[in-house]
C-alpha cells in the first residue's frame, strides 16, 4: 500500500514546537475526514498503541465533535499493560519483546473489546533501534472493524530516524491507512444502498 510520504523532515536543531505544529496542521485534512466519516456511519473507535505512545490517541482527540465516536484508549508501553490490560499471552510478549503481527492484532480485537467499539486500531513496535529489533526500525499495525482483523501490515522506517519522527510518521501512516478502510466500508454501505 503506497501512501503519500510525509511532508515532515526534521533534523535535531529544527525539532522543536514549531515542528510539532506543523506537524498537526498537515494531519488536519485527514483528521477532519475520519472524524466525519466516523459520524456519517454512527460508528466507533479505539486505540491501544506503545510505540505511537499516545500519538494516535492525540490526533483523534483533535477530531471535531470527536466524543461522538472516539472512545479511549491504552497506552500499553510495557510488557506488563500489554499482559494485564490488553490480555495478550505472556510467552509471546516476552519470546517477541511485545512486538509482532499476532500482538498487534489481539491488542485491536481487545481494545475494541474492552471499550465496546465499531472500529479499533493497534500498534507496537519500536521508535529506537534496539539489540531486541536487530538495530532496526519497524512497527506493526492492525485495524480491525466488529471483531474481524480487517488490515495487519509492518511498517518499517530507517534506522537512523528520529525517534519522534518515527512516532510520527507512524501515526500519519496508520490514520491514512485508517482513512481507505472507512472508504472502503462507505463503497459497500452505498452498494448495499443501491442494490
Given at each position: 500500500?503506497?501512501?503519500?510520504?510525509?511532508?515532515?523532515?526534521?533534523?535535531?536543531?529544527?525539532?522543536?514546537?514549531?515542528?510539532?505544529?506543523?506537524?498537526?496542521?498537515?494531519?488536519?485534512?485527514?483528521?477532519?475526514?475520519?472524524?466525519?466519516?466516523?459520524?456519517?456511519?454512527?460508528?466507533?473507535?479505539?486505540?491501544?498503541?506503545?510505540?505511537?505512545?499516545?500519538f494516535l490517541q492525540f490526533s483523534f482527540s483533535q477530531m471535531k465533535d470527536s466524543s461522538y465516536f472516539f472512545k479511549g484508549g491504552l497506552t500499553a508501553y510495557s510488557y506488563d499493560e500489554k499482559i494485564n490490560l490488553l490480555?495478550?499471552?505472556?510467552?509471546?510478549?516476552?519470546?517477541?519483546?511485545?512486538?509482532?503481527?499476532?500482538?498487534?492484532?489481539?491488542?485491536?480485537?481487545?481494545?475494541?473489546?474492552?471499550?465496546?467499539?465499531?472500529?479499533?486500531?493497534?500498534v507496537t513496535g519500536y521508535a529506537n533501534p534496539v539489540k531486541e529489533s536487530d538495530y532496526k526500525l519497524f512497527a506493526?499495525?492492525?485495524?480491525?472493524?466488529?471483531?474481524?482483523?480487517?488490515?495487519?501490515?509492518?511498517?518499517?522506517?530507517?534506522?537512523?530516524?528520529?525517534?519522534?519522527?518515527?512516532?510520527?510518521?507512524?501515526?500519519?501512516?496508520?490514520?491514512?491507512?485508517?482513512?481507505?478502510?472507512?472508504?472502503?466500508?462507505?463503497?459497500?454501505?452505498?452498494?448495499?444502498?443501491?442494490?
Amino acid at each position: 500500500m503506497i501512501l503519500k510520504h510525509s511532508k515532515i523532515d526534521l533534523t535535531r536543531e529544527q525539532l522543536h514546537a514549531k515542528s510539532f505544529i506543523h506537524f498537526i496542521a498537515e494531519l488536519q485534512n485527514l483528521l477532519n475526514y475520519i472524524g466525519n466519516h466516523l459520524q456519517n456511519l454512527h460508528q466507533t473507535v479505539s486505540i491501544a498503541e506503545s510505540v505511537t505512545a499516545g500519538f494516535l490517541q492525540f490526533s483523534f482527540s483533535q477530531m471535531k465533535d470527536s466524543s461522538y465516536f472516539f472512545k479511549g484508549g491504552l497506552t500499553a508501553y510495557s510488557y506488563d499493560e500489554k499482559i494485564n490490560l490488553l490480555n495478550i499471552d505472556r510467552e509471546e510478549v516476552i519470546q517477541k519483546d511485545g512486538v509482532s503481527y499476532a500482538i498487534a492484532g489481539q491488542m485491536a480485537l481487545n481494545v475494541a473489546q474492552l471499550y465496546q467499539t465499531d472500529w479499533s486500531i493497534a500498534v507496537t513496535g519500536y521508535a529506537n533501534p534496539v539489540k531486541e529489533s536487530d538495530y532496526k526500525l519497524f512497527a506493526y499495525f492492525s485495524i480491525c472493524y466488529n471483531g474481524e482483523i480487517l488490515l495487519t501490515e509492518r511498517l518499517d522506517l530507517h534506522s537512523r530516524t528520529m525517534p519522534l519522527k518515527a512516532q510520527m510518521y507512524y501515526s500519519e501512516f496508520i490514520l491514512g491507512c485508517f482513512k481507505l478502510e472507512l472508504d472502503k466500508m462507505t463503497d459497500k454501505e452505498n452498494e448495499r444502498k443501491s442494490s
